[in-house]
C-alpha cells in the first residue's frame, strides 16, 4: 500500500503541467496497489485542481522562505514534510527546478533518487524506467530504500480522465524559521515573448547545416510559430554560433519527446537521434535520400528545404 | 585559491548501444571513452579562474575508475591547465550510483578542503546529474547547477543558471558546488607538449579505505537495459513539385499521424 507524494512545482503561482502528470499516474498505481496520493506544494498558488487529477489530499506549507525558489530552503521543507509523512514514494518533475532540488533532497533524506523517468511499477517496491545514453537506451532501476525521490521527465504520462474529485488542503510548516541558506536565487531573468520551452513542447521544428546560413534559422522560427512548436538545433549550427546552445536537441543538449518533431537539413548524426528519437512522430526534410535521419522518421520528403519548407508552412497555415 | 574539478570518462557520442534485446549487462566492448563533454567545461573554467587569478590558485582534478581513466587525465585535465590529480581505484566503486560517488567525492574535498568545486551538469551516459547537488548537500556548502556563467569575487560566487525560457542569477559564499553546461567556455584542446609534461604532474591513487570511508549500499540497481522500441519504415511523400509534396505532408500529419 504505497503512499505517494508528488510536488506541485510552481512559479509566481503558475503550476506546471508535470505536476498534474505525474498526480494522474500515481493515481492509477495506487488504485491497483493501495495506498494514496499527496500533492505537496510550497510557496502560494492555487491548487484547486489537484483532487481533480486523482490527488487525495494536499498539503501547503507558504511563508516568506518559500516565496522565490531556493534550494537549500526547499529541500530542507519537502524533508520536513518526509519525516513527518513518510510517502513511499515523491515524485518531482525534471525540470529545471525539479532536477536541482531531487538530488540534494535525496542527499538530505538519505533516500534514493532516480532521474527522468518515464515508467514506474509497483510490486512490493518500484522499479523505475528512465532512458538513458540520451535515449539510446533504456534502464529499469530498482529502488533499495524505504522512499525514492524521483524525477519524472514532463510529458512521460499522460492526463488521465478528470475524476472531478476533490482534495483537502491542509497547511504545514516547512520549518525554515530562521533558516539563511548559503546560495539564494537573486534575480530571474525570462526571455520576452512566449518562447516554447524545448523540454515540454508538444512539437518541435529544428533545423541543421542544411540551412547553408545562420539568417536561414528564420525559416525554422517561421514554421514553428506556425505550429505552435520549439525551435530547436542540431549540435552543428550550435557549435558554428549560429543559434544558442539551449536550443540544442542531442546528446550534449536536450533530450526532447514531444508529439511531432521536424528535423530539416539534419542528416542525423547519432547524438542527435539519440535526442529525439522518442518521439512520437518524426518528420525528416533533406535532400540527401541516404542520409540517416531517415531511418528515425515516419515521414520524410526528399527535396531541397528551400523548396520545401515555405510551401509546408503554407500548407499547415492552411489547413481547416 | 583551492579548486576541485569532479571528473569522469565516458563513452563518446557517437557510441551504438548494442542491444537486441532486453538484458542485465550492457556490451561495452566496442566502447570509445573519453572525458566526460560537460566536465570539459568544468576543467576549462578552472583552468581560466587560475588565468585571472596567477600562481596562488591550485586546481586538483578528482575522478573514481580504473586505469582507463588515466588516459583522460592526463591528456585533458594534466595537460590542460590541472595542477594535479586524484583518483580514486576500489572495486567498491564499479557501478557505483550518484550517491556512493557523490560520498566518495565528498570525502576527498572534505579531507583536503577546497574553495570552489566544479563538476559537469551531468554525464552523458547516465544522464542523471545527482552528483553535483548532492556533492553539496553532504559538504553543507552552496550549490549552483547547470550554469552558463559564472564570476567570483572576495569569498562570492554570482552563477547563472539555464532554467526554462531563462536563466536564473545564483550568488552565495564560497565553498560552494558548481555544475557546468555548454555555453560556459570554449574547452580547450591540450597542446602535444604539454600532454608530454602533463605525465610528471603529481598524482595521487586512494582507495576507500585510505581515505576513511565504509562505502554504504547503492540506493538504486539497475535490473535491466532495455532497447528502444523499433520504429516503422519511414514513409517517403514523393512528388515531384516540392510545394505538393509539402502539402501532402500536412494533410497525412493532420488525418493519419494525427499530430497537428
Redesign the interface.
Known amino acids: 500500500m504505497p503512499n505517494i507524494a508528488v510536488f506541485i512545482e510552481q512559479r509566481d503561482g503558475t503550476v506546471k503541467k508535470v505536476a498534474w502528470q505525474m498526480i494522474a499516474k500515481a493515481r492509477t498505481i495506487v488504485e491497483a496497489a493501495g495506498g494514496e496520493v499527496w500533492g505537496v506544494v510550497l510557496g502560494d498558488a492555487d491548487v484547486g485542481e489537484a483532487g481533480a487529477h486523482g490527488a487525495h489530499k494536499v498539503f501547503q506549507a507558504k511563508g516568506d522562505a518559500l516565496t522565490t525558489?531556493n534550494?537549500?530552503g526547499w529541500?530542507r521543507a519537502l524533508a520536513t514534510f518526509c519525516e513527518a509523512h513518510s510517502p513511499d514514494l515523491l515524485l518531482v518533475g525534471s525540470?529545471?527546478?525539479g532536477?536541482?532540488?531531487?538530488?540534494?533532497l535525496?542527499?538530505?533524506i538519505d533516500?534514493?533518487?532516480?532521474?527522468?523517468c518515464v515508467g514506474i511499477e509497483w510490486s512490493d517496491g518500484f522499479?523505475i524506467?528512465r532512458?538513458?545514453?540520451?535515449?539510446?537506451?533504456?534502464?529499469?532501476?530498482?529502488?533499495?530504500?524505504a522512499l525514492?525521490v524521483v524525477g519524472v521527465r514532463p510529458n512521460a504520462f499522460t492526463l488521465g480522465e478528470s475524476g472531478g474529485g476533490s482534495a483537502v488542503t491542509e497547511s504545514f510548516d516547512a520549518g525554515l524559521e530562521g533558516f539563511v541558506?548559503?546560495?539564494?536565487?537573486?534575480?530571474?531573468?525570462?526571455?520576452g515573448g512566449k518562447?516554447?520551452?524545448l523540454?515540454?513542447a508538444e512539437?518541435i521544428v529544428s533545423g541543421g547545416r542544411g540551412l547553408k546560413e545562420a539568417a536561414n534559422y528564420k525559416l525554422i522560427e517561421d514554421l514553428a510559430e506556425t505550429?505552435g512548436a520549439a525551435a530547436g538545433a542540431s549540435r552543428a549550427i550550435?557549435d558554428a554560433g549560429w543559434v544558442?546552445?539551449?536550443n540544442?536537441v542531442?546528446?550534449?543538449?536536450k533530450?526532447v519527446s514531444p508529439?511531432?518533431y521536424v528535423a530539416i537539413g539534419i542528416s542525423g548524426?547519432?547524438?542527435h537521434l539519440?535526442g529525439m528519437?522518442?518521439s512520437?512522430?518524426?518528420?525528416?526534410i533533406n535532400k540527401d535520400?541516404n542520409a540517416p535521419i531517415?531511418?528515425?522518421?515516419?515521414?520524410?520528403?526528399?527535396?531541397?528545404l528551400f523548396?520545401?519548407?515555405p510551401?509546408?508552412r503554407?500548407?499547415?497555415a492552411?489547413?481547416d | 585559491m583551492k579548486i576541485a574539478v569532479c571528473v569522469t570518462q565516458v563513452?563518446d557520442?557517437?557510441?551504438?548501444?548494442n542491444?537486441a534485446a532486453p538484458a542485465s549487462e550492457?556490451d561495452q566492448s566496442g566502447f570509445t571513452r573519453v572525458l566526460n563533454?560537460?566536465d570539459a567545461f568544468a576543467v576549462e573554467e578552472a583552468v581560466q579562474i587560475k588565468e585571472r587569478l596567477g600562481a596562488d590558485c591550485e586546481i586538483t582534478a578528482i575522478t573514481i575508475g580504473g586505469d582507463k581513466v588515466l588516459e583522460t587525465i592526463k591528456k585533458d585535465c594534466l595537460a590542460v591547465g590541472c595542477d594535479k590529480a586524484i583518483r580514486v581505484n576500489d572495486d567498491a566503486m564499479i557501478g557505483a550510483d550518484?550517491?556512493q560517488v557523490?560520498k566518495v567525492l565528498a570525502a576527498i574535498i572534505k579531507r583536503d578542503g577546497y574553495d570552489l568545486v566544479l563538476a559537469g551538469k551531468q554525464t552523458?551516459?547516465?544522464?542523471?546529474?545527482?552528483?553535483?547537488?548532492?556533492l553539496?548537500?553532504?559538504l553543507?556548502?552552496?550549490?549552483?547547477?547547470?550554469v552558463?556563467k559564472l564570476e567570483l569575487a572576495d569569498g562570492t560566487?554570482?552563477a547563472t543558471?539555464?532554467?526554462?525560457?531563462?536563466?536564473?542569477?545564483?550568488?552565495?559564499?564560497l565553498p560552494?558546488v558548481i555544475t557546468c553546461?555548454?555555453?560556459l567556455n570554449e574547452p580547450r584542446l591540450p597542446s602535444l607538449p604539454n600532454i608530454m609534461k602533463a605525465g610528471m604532474k603529481p598524482q595521487e591513487t586512494v582507495s576507500c579505505a585510505d581515505l576513511g570511508i565504509d562505502v554504504p549500499?547503492?540506493?538504486?540497481?539497475?535490473?535491466?537495459?532495455?532497447?528502444?522500441a523499433p520504429?516503422?519504415a519511414?514513409?517517403?511523400?514523393?512528388n515531384e513539385d516540392?510545394?505538393a509534396?509539402?502539402?501532402e505532408?500536412?494533410?497525412?500529419?493532420?488525418d493519419e499521424?494525427k499530430?497537428?
Do not use: W
Open positions: 525558489y534550494c537549500e529541500s525540470t529545471a527546478m532536477k536541482d532540488l531531487a538530488p540534494r535525496a542527499a538530505r533516500a534514493a533518487c532516480v532521474s527522468d522499479t524506467r532512458p538513458i545514453f540520451a535515449g539510446k537506451c533504456y534502464a529499469d532501476v530498482k529502488v533499495n530504500t525514492a541558506p548559503k546560495a539564494k536565487v537573486a534575480e530571474r531573468q525570462q526571455a518562447k516554447i520551452e523540454t515540454e512539437v505550429l550550435v544558442p546552445h539551449a540544442q542531442g546528446q550534449t543538449g533530450t508529439k511531432l548524426a547519432i547524438q539519440a528519437s522518442s512520437k512522430c518524426i518528420v525528416a535520400p531517415f531511418k528515425a522518421a515516419d515521414y520524410g520528403i526528399v527535396a531541397d523548396d520545401v519548407v510551401a509546408f503554407d500548407a499547415i492552411a489547413l | 563513452p557520442s557517437e557510441t551504438r548501444i542491444l550492457l563533454p560537460y550518484s550517491m557523490a552523458i551516459d547516465g544522464d542523471s546529474g545527482q552528483v553535483g547537488p548532492m553539496a548537500e553532504y553543507d556548502c552552496g550549490h549552483a547547477s547547470v552558463t560566487f554570482t543558471r539555464e532554467i526554462e525560457g531563462g536563466a536564473e542569477i545564483v550568488t552565495g559564499a560552494a553546461q555548454k555555453g549500499p547503492a540506493h538504486t540497481t539497475v535490473t535491466t537495459y532495455t532497447p528502444p520504429r516503422a519511414c514513409r517517403i511523400v514523393e516540392p510545394a509534396a509539402a502539402k505532408l500536412a494533410r497525412l500529419l493532420r499521424a499530430v497537428i
